[in-house]
């Protein structure tokens, strides 16, 4: 077998691949990461697990040299290393293969392996027939069948990210870094992609594996560490763990008393009614969401929550299902009409979906209801003032004016602005998407104040998140997604972490 | 060993039918069929089309296009824009004819003139590559720029050429064997040396890369800032060659010279296929766009279609091809 030949061949250095002590990052405001340390030996493949926010990513793009870390060494084979861009990691023999891939769509399967350096001849003309050549030979080590020739963009994911994996072997990468790389895999590409992952190893090559499912670790893994709010939690070999105690060191902290409920167990009428719902993320997903509740659904990087939102308020293009509000159907599907049946999105991305930034915060507040405002097609700026001033006396929106542009508030008041901005349409249902992302925690909880106020006052609150404490603390009923399916309903208080993750990586 | 599961891509095309089809998916095929179908047409709607005179005349014509089009064509494939050039090729000619004047040599005053346009390209390519000002607006204001400083210079007066060196008019006006006009082979000559460029050679693919997705081009090593700023100034440096030559066809420094060219530069690059969000076309393309609305405009004066049908024609040409092109990408 060439892969044995070439195995062979390679000659192992003695000692650990990479040796991260004491990395430590901050961003303003917040510390990503504190005292972290990681060694990858040789041959063997370490999978660093972390729940969302935990710091991975933040660590592996230390590691590429997109970040700069600002405490801590890093040894390369023994070597100091200083990653001060994605090239100085590339020279150091490492490759990153990020979840966003990181190929030229409009290129050739064959040019993207040596864009970083092009083989060329003497006058400094690309040899192109030794691209061709040596991608198909690199492909044939690896034992998989992708046409050199085939443009990158036409091609499934699962075929891109070999392709990044042989640009990594081309480079001679000592170590590769894998970002969640089965997010978007089918199980017979997952099980490609472990044979793949095992001959890497058997060049001793070292593989760092993103990841939070766990059947994956105990799959692929020799050696797993925990990353919890920045900070190293574990590092043992995979034997030494068992499900439970992987997700006690994910988990780790007890739920603190961020969330006051003050409303009373709301049992109100179905407002919201999805059956059958299907598009090109999600599978037939059917739930019901009642006045007065709040729904939580939940689930991990890619498991379809985002997209979920955003079909129920009309904004993404359904296959098939059905979607009704307040008893009438979600048709025809648009935003529009969602809006008129009263149901809006709080989206996830604030900046590019939420806000104008620099327009003031009245015009901010008053997007969606100027229609209410108007008078013979003009609108009336005193009512529109006087309704807007109330919402931000009510939600306690701490801005000097009504004028003060909305890019100068902080994010937990932008998010107040926008809940504004749908209530005042006089909404029956409002679906949040992470609604603390990016929010400081004195924020977060006067976030969750309102909400449990919205619902209370009767509104129907369905809430995508992938904070667990956020969850629990919030939901009457919790759903759990994964790979765009429901895999679990329930209630408050049956839910315990364990199951919830359990239903999570299902 | 388990089989793995297959991940096999389509094959390579193998028989004919397939290579043509193959074939005609790429652009440039569909391009050069357009360019014969539209010479065939005017040669049998028109008897004074096909002659050789009349077929280099407007090669001759089409060659300073095709030389600024080069330009646009590697400015667009790195993401970026610049309509400066229409005021440039104008701008290029008053050093060009001043030096002449003073000196007395041809060299000098084509040497000044590239150095304008070399100031130019770098002007445009600092503010827009490296203070990340858009490069639609940098251009557009060097645009203005450049022409208000023409004005000003030349009092809005034409500045004559006194020298009249015969070298300085065969250049422009001069063919080879009495045929082949010598704007004509400069277009080719340069052509054949971009298409090579940007096919073979490292710089070229780069310069793809960074205008097809910025963001792996920087993961990838690539200095992006420098390779866009590289990319202006091959732009302005080709503008002051077609520059020079438009001079001498015009047999002086014309202070009009090159208004709307940059636009109708342009619309023969888009016309050729190049995606003006970058990383996508080829220079081919640009050359074969040129010389579509070349061949156009030159037969629809053949059959005495007013001015004013042909630029309402022109622009339903251009907007007909982009949509084609679009709809086919989506069918994709």
């Known amino acids: 077998m060439p892969a044995d030949a070439a195995t062979a061949a390679v000659v192992r250095p003695a000692g650990p691949a990479l040796e991260m002590a004491g990395i430590g990052k901050r961003f303003p405001g917040v510390l990503a990461l504190e005292n972290v340390d990681l060694t990858l030996e040789p041959g063997k493949v370490h999978a660093l697990m972390g729940e969302n926010g935990a710091g991975k990513s933040t660590l592996i793009k230390i590691l590429a040299g997109v970040y700069q870390r600002d405490a801590g060494t890093v040894r390369i084979g023994g070597a100091e290393a200083d990653l001060r861009s994605p090239r100085d990691a590339l020279r150091a023999g490492i490759k990153v293969v990020f979840q966003e891939i990181a190929l030229i769509s409009e290129f050739t399967v064959a040019e993207n392996i040596f864009l970083e350096e092009y083989p060329v001849n003497g006058l400094g003309s690309i040899r192109w027939s030794t691209i061709r050549k040596e991608a198909a030979a690199l492909f044939a080590r690896l034992g998989f069948d992708v046409d050199p020739a085939a443009k990158v963009g036409q091609l499934p994911v699962s075929q891109q990210q070999m392709v990044e994996i042989a640009r990594a072997l081309a480079h001679e990468a000592r170590i590769v870094v894998m970002d969640e790389p089965t997010s978007s895999l089918t199980p017979n590409e997952v099980a490609l992609l472990f044979t793949v992952i095992r001959r890497l190893t058997g060049l001793g090559i070292a593989v760092l594996y993103v990841t939070h499912k766990l059947d994956e670790v105990f799959e692929i893994a020799d050696t797993v560490t925990v990353l919890r709010d920045g900070r190293h939690i574990s590092t043992r070999p995979i034997g030494a763990h068992t499900h439970e105690s992987l997700i006690q060191d994910m988990i780790g902290r007890k739920i603190d008393n961020l969330f006051p ?14 059956e059958g719902l299907s598009t090109d993320k999600l599978k037939d997903v059917s739930f019901e969401a009642k006045a007065g509740e709040v729904l939580g659904f939940f689930g991990l990087m890619g498991a379809g929550r985002t997209e979920l939102a955003k079909a129920i308020v009309g904004f993404d293009p359904i296959r098939t299902g059905r979607i009704s509000i307040g008893g009438t159907p979600l048709v025809p599907h648009n935003t529009r009409t969602g809006v008129a049946l009263g149901i809006g999105l709080l989206t996830e991305d604030r900046k590019s979906e939420g806000l104008m930034l620099e327009l003031p915060v009245l015009q901010n507040t008053s997007l969606a209801a100027l229609e209410d405002f108007a008078r013979a097609g003009f609108v009336d700026e005193g009512r529109e003032r006087s309704a807007v001033q109330q919402f931000v006396d009510r939600f306690r929106v701490k801005t000097p004016s009504l004028n003060q542009q909305i890019k100068n508030l902080s994010g937990g008041n932008q998010q107040k602005v ?14 949040v998407d992470e609604p603390t992302r990016g929010i400081d925690v004195g924020a977060k909880s006067e976030i969750f104040a309102l909400i449990d106020r919205l619902a209370g006052e009767g509104l129907a609150v369905i ?34 972490q364990e199951a919830i993750l359990n239903a999570a990586i299902a | ?21 193959a074939l005609f998916r790429r652009n440039e095929t569909v391009l050069l069929v357009c360019l014969v179908a539209l010479i065939v047409f005017f040669s049998f709607a028109s008897g004074t089309f096909l002659t050789t005179r009349n077929i280099t005349n407007v090669l001759g014509q089409a060659s300073l296009a095709m030389i600024a089009g080069i330009g646009i064509g590697v400015v667009v494939l790195a993401g970026e824009i ?73 009092g809005q007066r034409a500045i004559s050429d006194d020298l009249q060196l015969e070298s300085f008019y065969q250049m422009g006006n001069g063919r080879l064997l009495g045929t082949v006009p010598y704007p004509a082979l400069v ?12 096919r073979h050679r490292p710089f070229g693919r780069q310069i793809y890369a960074v205008g097809g997705n910025p963001e792996v081009a920087r993961l990838a090593g690539y200095n992006v800032k420098r390779l866009k700023f590289a990319a202006f100034v091959i732009c302005s440096l080709l503008a002051g060659i077609s520059g020079i030559l438009l001079s001498s066809r015009l047999g002086s420094a014309v202070h009009v010279a090159g208004l709307g060219f940059e636009f109708q530069v342009v619309a023969a690059v888009v016309l050729g296929g190049v995606s003006l969000a970058g990383g996508v076309g080829s220079l ?19 059959l005495n279609i007013a001015t004013e049908w042909q630029l309402v024609i022109t622009g339903l040409i251009i907007i007909a091809a982009v949509a084609f092109d679009e709809l086919k990408r989506r069918r994709q």
């Open chain 1, 463 to 496: 809430m995508m998140t992938s904070e667990m404490p956020e969850l629990l603390g919030l939901s009457d009923r919790i759903a759990v997604m994964a790979e765009g399916r429901i895999t679990a309903v329930m209630d408050r208080e049956g839910a315990t």
């Open chain 2, 82 to 154: 610049d309509v400066s050039i229409g005021s440039l090729v104008g701008a290029v000619g008053i050093p060009l004819v001043v030096v002449m004047n003073q000196t007395g040599s041809l060299e000098l005053g084509m040497a000044a003139a590239l150095l304008l346009a070399l100031g130019v390209g770098v002007a445009n390519g600092y503010l827009a590559a490296y203070l990340g000002i858009n490069s639609l607006i940098v251009t557009l204001g060097t645009m203005f720029v450049i022409r208000g400083g023409i004005y000003l210079y030349t």
């Open chain 2, 284 to 302: 081919l393309g640009v050359a074969l766009g040129v010389l579509i609305l070349a061949f156009l405009s030159n037969g629809l004066g053949m």
């Open chain 1, 418 to 431: 926008l809940l504004a901005r749908w209530l005042m349409r006089g909404l029956k249902v409002i679906v």
């Open chain 2, 1 to 21: 060993m388990p089989q793995s599961p297959s991940l096999s891509a389509a094959a390579g095309p193998k028989r004919p039918t397939e290579l043509l089809r």
């Open chain 2, 187 to 198: 277009a080719l000559v340069l052509l054949v040396a971009f298409v090579y460029l940007m």
């Open chain 1, 261 to 274: 409920r003050e409303r009373g167990a709301a049992r109100g009428d179905v407002v919201v009614k999805v």
